[in-house]
């Protein structure tokens, strides 16, 4: 199981990041930097497990427009 | 700890302790950020075992951890919701292209797994359009939601999910999109209420479909053990009509599932 931190822009509906994980601990505490760089953001980022990249675009296609940059962490 | 056993009040006390200060602000603290984020990294340990159970029987989930922002919001909309009560704080989401039978069986093989799993069959009363069954699995005092959705099903809420990305979020709680009464584009006289509206409608069309394709699927599975001739042929007419309904009265579903299908993949 991969664990996944995404960044997105809800209003332009754009994907600004997506990193890969190996724990779920480490995923969610680099979401919490993420967070705590820009507080009150409305950018959504959210911790998503997948035993694939391709198995998360299928459940959570709505993230999966336009990619900027996508980087094992 | 056990499937089902409640977890001690030192637990959940500064758990909900946490929940009101994160209602009652207009900014969060980063201390209860951070705390926050270390009640979700023990839910994800719970989603894991979940999520590696849901495998050992043939099924592949993803999991979802639930985001700072949609917490907040749920905490804020639910006034008496207590963060501890959060079920789907953690989350696992099956989807297939399957049948309404196929999904019961799924449903049936979690329960399986997990007997005094609670069921929410949100298909026939969908939550202002959302059809889909999930299944909310208790261990150890805390809860994962595991959302088992079809094609159709999925379709439309990603849909949905994009509207409320475009016209704010409240579409999915019933509520209006944000300027409701601004055509949704130029030159175009449709409003956001009205297209809104219609979508929700169409999740109701779209249910109509999967309980004929059903229909359908039942009668192929019979179809071998019939022996009488007169019977068989009598009901590969009844599937012949059934697709002919289909293909009558839900093109436009079939189109627009079709379109969303290849934009969402």
Redesign the interface.
Known sequence: ?NYYVIVFN??R?ELISLESFPD??IA??A??EK??ED??SRL????????SED????????YFGEIQEVTPA | MAEGVALSKQIVNPVNQLGRRLRESS?PT?DD??EL?HI??ER??T??IV?RQLREIGL?P????K???TIIEKLKRESTLKLSKIQDLAGA???RSMTLDEQDEIVSMIIGKWPSAKVKDRRVSPTYGYRAVHVIVEIDGYFVEIQVRTHYQ?AWA?AT??FG??WGRAIRYGGDPEEPDRPVSDGVSITRRELIGKWKEMSNDFYKLAELENDVSRIRALLPKIEDTRERVTQEEAIRSLEIKIAKKFKNEKDIFEILSRS??
Not at chain 1, 44 to 51: D, Q, R, T, Y
Not at chain 2, 62 to 65: G, H, K, L
Request: proline fraction near 2%; hydrophobic fraction near 35%; aromatic fraction near 2%.
């Open positions: 199981m809800r209003e509906r779920s601990s969610i505490k979401r919490f967070e705590m507080p009150g959504e980022i959210v911790v998503l497990g997948a035993e198995a998360l675009k299928r459940t959570h296609s709505r | 900014e980063q950020l951070r984020s979700l990294e994800a340990k989603l894991e999520a592949s993803t999991t979802r951890i985001n700072t922002g989401r099956i989807v999925h990603q999910e994009s990305d475009l969402l993949r």
